[in-house]
């Protein structure tokens, strides 16, 4: 798979792509917040199962991120590479993985290359891994 030696996590197939991954994708808060509110889906997967929430996280757009999370996207979401909270501590991006965690992402659920949270920050429970957070 291409994909995975070009360093991109994810395909930019546009075929793939629902009005909601592109705003993302373009970081436009305002459309972001209008698809949300006229009812888009925030659960769609382009061809690589990666979600709007997904996207955000890789790009680090935390603002987006919060919009999706506060609409109801599924903080445990995982595409073929990864899942939201294990992207946010690879890109270190603490405070994104404190947000998360307080819409319910689970640290112990390993993406599919077998990390988690927990193995990430090298910990073995929710105490341990909000204490490594929390200077974030």
Known sequence: ?????????YSYDDNSLTPLMEAVLDYDEVKVQELVSDGESLEDQDSE?????LLSIYNDNDSIAHILLEAGANPNTADNFS???TVSLYNENYKLAK????????????DPEGFSAF?????DNENDF??????F
């Open 99 to 110: 947000l998360l965690y307080s819409y319910g992402a689970d640290p112990s659920i390993e």
């Open 83 to 85: 899942n939201a909270l």
């Open 119 to 123: 193995s990430i920050l090298d910990v």
């Open 49 to 53: 199962k990666t979600t709007a929430l």
């Open 130 to 135: 909000l204490a490594s957070l929390k200077n």
């Open 1 to 9: 798979d291409e994909s995975l030696t070009s360093g991109e996590p």
